[in-house]
């Protein structure tokens, strides 16, 4: 959870953050984060619209996928080291897909007197499709 | 297709007020439990002053600040053949509740590439924030395609 601090000198590179597994989305979802991020496409909230647009349905908002991996991010790192955070957006998401976040340390390095690590980060579906992908950079505390 | 004379140019400074309802209210819908997002007191604990934002609420200052209305309406994007391509976020300074944020949005690229979907239009919104002692906290770069 926040606050967490993860040390220089206890991260090599190929290390995995802790894998995040979000419950099923469900359309009631993206009516919540449609009101809370501001975001009010019909393309996420009115079924016909979605269907018109070729998906069938409601699909889910780029940046809450962004939130899953964040919410990943955070629960290994905590907020403080955070430099750095990107995303692709690779496919759309849909009512009872069940997304899984990983993360591999992917380069550690010194750079302006800051110890820093980057992350390469992946969000799949259930079928195993690539829902985002994204990299993040962090400065992290030093035990000596 | 959308000009590379659009390059560089800028829209008016919008503000926007960071509450700790809000905050409650993205994470809530994220799914992510986090105490520092609902309760002051395990935030202050984990050195937060006041409650700590998750790495994406940004988007609500740019939504709240019109992008999808000020700047696609001027570039004449259509949202039927629009898609959010990609988002990154530079930190610089921690933002809290009561931080009132100042975003000056500015056209960074545009440019095409063509493959599988046919020829596309690449847009790179920049978005620079300012809180209220003028010091720079963030840096917001959002991608967005225009299918032709």
Not at chain 2, 129 to 140: A, I, R
Request: aromatic letters at 10%; a negative charge.
């Amino acid at each position: 959870m926040g606050g967490k601090e993860v040390f220089f000198e206890d991260v090599n590179v190929g290390d995995k953050i802790t894998e995040l597994v979000t419950k099923p989305l469900a359309e009631i979802q993206f009516v919540m984060y449609a009101g809370a991020s501001g975001d009010f496409n019909p393309i996420h909230s009115v079924h016909a619209f979605g269907e018109k647009a070729g998906f069938g349905g409601v699909i889910g908002h780029g940046m809450l996928s962004m939130g899953f991996v964040g919410q990943a991010l955070t629960d290994w790192l905590g907020h403080k080291a955070l430099k750095k955070f990107g995303v692709d957006f690779r496919a759309v998401t849909k009512p009872k897909d069940v997304i899984t976040v990983t993360g591999t340390i992917s380069n550690k390095y010194t750079k302006d007197e800051e110890n820093c690590i980057d992350i390469d980060l992946v969000a799949q579906n259930q079928k195993g499709e690539k829902v985002v992908t994204g990299n993040a950079m962090a400065a992290l505390p030093s035990r000596s | 297709m959308i000009g590379k004379n659009v390059i560089g140019r800028e829209y008016p400074e919008f503000s926007y007020e960071v509450e700790k309802v809000k905050i409650r209210e993205f994470a809530n819908a994220i799914g992510d439990k986090n105490p520092v997002y609902y309760d002051e007191k395990a935030a202050n604990e984990e050195g937060f002053k006041g409650l700590a934002l998750p790495p994406s609420f940004p988007i609500v200052f740019s939504l709240a600040g019109g992008l999808m209305t000020v700047v696609l309406e001027d570039l004449k994007v259509d949202l039927v053949k629009a898609l959010h391509g990609g988002q990154q976020y530079e930190y610089f300074k921690p933002v809290k509740p009561g931080d009132i944020v100042t975003g000056k949005i500015r056209i960074a690229d545009v440019f095409e590439k063509t493959g599988k979907a046919g020829t596309m239009d690449f847009i790179i919104i920049e978005t620079t924030y300012t809180n209220q002692n003028g010091e720079k906290v963030l840096v917001d770069t959002n991608t967005l395609i225009q299918r032709r």
